[in-house]
């Protein structure tokens, strides 16, 4: 499976989202800060931290008795920059040009 393909998997699911938004707010959490806002067991959570962590949205490093889980913004943005900022640069380019006209009518 390509690089795009798992983290486009890992985006798919609402509560894999909902992990990277709590890591967003604060970053290096324990399973123990990520598994009680989600009425899912301690399990559950690991396989959903597992998918992202295979995707490379979010790493992990043992601290003493804790592994804390860190999220990795990078595959996100080459996702951006691949698929989402070559569509948008056509309507950007189209405003500046709107722009351009309706300021050389004056």
């Given at each position: 499976m390509d690089d795009d393909d798992l983290v486009f998997?890992?985006?798919?699911?609402?509560?894999?989202?909902?992990?990277?938004?709590?890591l967003f707010e604060r970053d290096g959490r324990a399973l123990g800060d990520?598994?009680?806002d989600t009425e899912m067991t301690r399990f559950?959570?690991?396989?959903h931290l597992k998918v992202l962590q295979?995707?490379?949205?979010i790493t992990s490093r043992k601290v003493?008795?804790?592994?804390?889980?860190?999220?990795?913004p990078i595959p996100i943005r080459l996702?951006?920059?691949r698929w989402i900022s070559k569509y948008t640069e056509r309507h950007v380019s189209?405003?500046?040009?709107?722009?351009?006209?309706?300021?050389?009518?004056?």
């Open positions: 998997k890992a985006l798919a699911d609402p509560t894999r989202r909902h992990l990277l938004d709590q990520l598994d009680t559950g959570v690991m396989k295979d995707a490379g949205l003493g008795r804790e592994r804390l889980h860190f999220l990795n996702i951006h920059d189209a405003l500046t040009e709107l722009k351009e006209q309706l300021e050389n009518e004056q």
